[in-house]
């Protein structure tokens, strides 16, 4: 049974998108950025907003208008190496887990 569409996309995106991990990572916080807070318990909420905000640590690159050019993922994708976004879809995956574990 699937507990929340969004979520469930979001993996659905980490697993089979054709991409490497970063790009799959990226894919799914984009996805997971679109929950609201009451959609997951407290704490699986405050970690999956933990593991978003490593995963664009850099911040949004934005031109002289302040319009966005590459959101906060995208603009921190060269920076960071495969294996650091290898981790953060294990967390990624294991607050999924324990959100349908419940």
Same mark, same amino acid.
């Given at each position: 049974? &699937?507990? %929340?569409?969004?979520?469930?996309?979001? &993996? @659905?995106?980490?697993?089979?998108?054709?991409?490497? @991990? #970063?790009? #799959?990572?990226? =894919?799914?916080? $984009?996805? =997971?950025?679109?929950? $609201? !807070?009451? /959609? =997951?318990?407290?704490? =699986?909420?405050? #970690?999956?907003?933990? &593991?978003? /905000?490593? *995963?664009? !640590? !850099?911040? *949004?690159? +934005?031109?002289?208008?302040? %319009?966005?050019? !590459?959101? #906060?993922?995208? %603009?921190?994708?060269?920076?960071?190496?495969? +294996?650091?976004?290898?981790?953060? *879809?294990?967390? &990624?995956?294991?607050?999924?887990?324990?959100?349908?574990? %419940?």
């Amino acid at each position: 049974m &699937i507990k %929340n569409d969004r979520f469930w996309t979001a &993996i @659905v995106a980490l697993v089979t998108y054709e991409k490497d @991990v #970063r790009h #799959r990572v990226v =894919l799914a916080c $984009q996805i =997971l950025d679109k929950m $609201q !807070k009451d /959609e =997951l318990p407290k704490h =699986l909420y405050e #970690r999956l907003e933990e &593991i978003k /905000e490593q *995963a664009g !640590k !850099k911040g *949004a690159l +934005r031109n002289v208008d302040g %319009n966005v050019i !590459k959101d #906060r993922y995208e %603009n921190t994708i060269t920076l960071r190496k495969n +294996r650091t976004y290898s981790k953060l *879809a294990g967390k &990624i995956f294991s607050v999924y887990e324990e959100f349908n574990s %419940n």
